[in-house]
Structures are given as structure tokens and as C-alpha cells.
């Protein structure tokens, strides 16, 4: 969301997690400029006060006499990354958004899904794939890069994930009856490694700061559809883990010479 300060400075409000209704983790721009107790206006009811400068975002109080998560989707933008150089618009909401999602809380897109129709899943049923669902509330901690040294060192941020009694059941049967379990996209990895104990799926929801890279084992997954990932991500040290570094830089090599698209609506690779 885009406000402006009562001298007129504007400011841009990102939105990462509801602690209260009322109070949400973001990230603020500019923040140096906002000390605790810091107003800022939002369209014409909406105000954000700044309760909290933390570590790697702030605390947000937001006062409306209107339900806020309304007011949000009225005067809130899709988030889009970066390297998509454009405002967003109004079809982002659905064009940056998986034919299958409906518990809000991520703050991006989780792309691999992004190649899926409902149409193409209705396909897959015909020819007897069998898909599930899991959920990982995308946040910082998958798009943030690794800056350290050494990846071990790199603090992996939690995020907020579940599986269903269901979804474990019909993995685990998967599983003892030597189908293949693919994951679509890294988050789906990640959730499904959360869970996993001793090879088997467990149900539940947690908070997951699980960091996977070359060296780590996966114990759920035996393919993985997948976006080509941003140099020096966690996403990407992820596929390393799973097809390995050396395979996982030939492709990027290939990916590369052969001009793909990488990020969010980039090509995608099956890892089997």
C-alpha cells in the first residue's frame, strides 16, 4: 500500500503477516525516515502508525473504522518482484496468482504453480495423477538472498506452513506403494520436508525455518516441477539439494545459452 507522511513524503507499506487484526509485520520504505510512533495517511481511511522498528521489519498499527482487511484489498497493489519493471494492475490479481490457492497470507506468488490451468488439472485426473494440497504462507524467508560467507551460516526466516490429514495419508500411500511424488515448486518441497519423519509425511501446521541445500537430504519427494531461480536464493540452493549442484548449474548453464525466461512467469524444468 502507498500513503504519504502529514509532511507530504510518500511511503510504501508491504504487508507480511497479520499479527492482530489490527497489527501487521511489513516491511516500510523509507524506514530510516520512520521512527517508532511515525503516522502515515492512506487514502482517506486508513491510517498506519508505526509501532515497532525490528530487525528485519516493523510493527504496523493500522486504525480504520472499516474492516481492514477490506480496506486493504481496496487500496492495497499486487506486490509484484522487481524485475517485473511495471506498476501493478488490476489483472495481477489473478494473473500473479496459482488456479488453486484460498488461504490468504503469502506475500508472493508461489510461481512453479503458475503453469498449472484448471483445465491441465483436470487432464492430469483423467490420465490418473493424483494431486494435494499443502500450505506455506510465503514470506521473507524464501525471497530473501543468502549474503554469508558460508550458506550454513545464512538465518533462514519462519514461515508459517500445514499439511492435512489427508494430504499425509495419500503421500505416505504413495510412498509404500513406490508411486512418485512430485512436489510443484520449492515451497510444496519445503512444507512436505517440514513434516517429514523418517520418511514418513506427518500432518499438523508449524512455523518452519527449514533451510535446504547441497549436503541436505529430502526424504518426501521424487520429482520436482520447478521455476529457473534467482542467482544466490535459497530457492535455488534448494534444487541443489535435490538434483544436485553439478546437474542443477548444467541446466542453469543450458537455461542460460538457450535464452529461457527466468523468475516468476520464466520457464520451468521437471526434475526427475
Not at 499425509?168 to 513406490?178: F, T
Not at 538434483?243 to 516468476?264: H, L, N, P
Amino acid at each position: 500500500m502507498f500513503g504519504h507522511k502529514p509532511t507530504g513524503g510518500k511511503v510504501e507499506i508491504f504487508l507480511l503477516q497479520e499479527v492482530s487484526p489490527l497489527l501487521w509485520r511489513c516491511l516500510v520504505r523509507p524506514g530510516r525516515r520512520l521512527p517508532p510512533g511515525s503516522e502515515i495517511i492512506i487514502g482517506e481511511n486508513l491510517l498506519a502508525i508505526i509501532k515497532e522498528k525490528r530487525e528485519q521489519d516493523c510493527l504496523v498499527e493500522f486504525i480504520t473504522d472499516q474492516p481492514l482487511l477490506e480496506v486493504i484489498e481496496t487500496l492495497g497493489k499486487m506486490p509484484l518482484p522487481p524485475y517485473i519493471r511495471r506498476d501493478a494492475i488490476a489483472e495481477d490479481k489473478t494473473n500473479y496468482q496459482t488456479v488453486y490457492a484460498e488461504t490468504p497470507g503469502s506475500v508472493a506468488a508461489p510461481t512453479a504453480g503458475l503453469h498449472f490451468t484448471k483445465s491441465m488439472l483436470k487432464l492430469l485426473k483423467t490420465r490418473g495423477v493424483l494431486t494435494c494440497d499443502v500450505l506455506l504462507q510465503v514470506g521473507l524467508g524464501t525471497f530473501r538472498p543468502v549474503k554469508t560467507n558460508d550458506i550454513r551460516d545464512h538465518i533462514m526466516h519462519s514461515e508459517f506452513c500445514a499439511v492435512s490429514p489427508e494430504t499425509a495419508e495419500m503421500v505416505n500411500l504413495a510412498k509404500r506403494e513406490k508411486r512418485r511424488v512430485i512436489a510443484v515448486g520449492t515451497t510444496s518441497t519445503r512444507t512436505l520436508e517440514s513434516f517429514a519423519v523418517e520418511g514418513k509425511l506427518t500432518s499438523g501446521e508449524k512455523w518452519t525455518d527449514l533451510f535446504l541445500y547441497p549436503g541436505k537430504q529430502l526424504q518426501m519427494i521424487d520429482g520436482l516441477l520447478t521455476n529457473f531461480h534467482m542467482p544466490g536464493s535459497t530457492l535455488l540452493m534448494l534444487v541443489s539439494a535435490f538434483a544436485g549442484y553439478k546437474y542443477t548449474i548444467a541446466a542453469y548453464r543450458e537455461a542460460v545459452e538457450q535464452q529461457y525466461r527466468f523468475f516468476s512467469y520464466g520457464d520451468a524444468m521437471l526434475i526427475l
